[in-house]
């Protein structure tokens, strides 16, 4: 998805130095990289996070908290693609009405 992002940005960006869509994705990715990611990484959690609990057969009472790794070196490697994104859902659900 990182580099669909990357791929689509380079039509867009307009960098000096560089003719409109003919800048290098790897360099979008030195430049935009970490937003762009981080980007992509929300977008993730959000698809999984419904897929999850719709799967299960749950409907959330509110927003499911998000709790995720709080060691930054380990943050600093998933932003970057070099390591596995993990996350764990909190959340209260509806019960069901008969």
Do not use: C, W
Request: hydrophobic share 40%.
């Amino acid at each position: 998805k990182l580099m669909a992002r990357l791929s689509d940005a380079r039509s867009k960006v307009r960098i000096n130095g560089f003719r409109p869509g003919k800048v290098p994705v790897q360099h979008l990715r030195k430049v935009y990289g970490k937003s762009f990611m981080a980007e992509v990484v929300n977008e993730i959690l959000n698809d999984s996070t419904r897929s999850i609990i719709t799967g299960r057969g749950e409907k959330a009472a509110m927003q499911p908290e998000v709790i995720m790794t709080e060691d930054e070196k380990e943050a600093e490697k998933i932003l970057a693609g070099g390591a596995d994104f993990e996350f764990r859902l909190n959340y209260e659900i509806i019960p069901p009405i008969e």
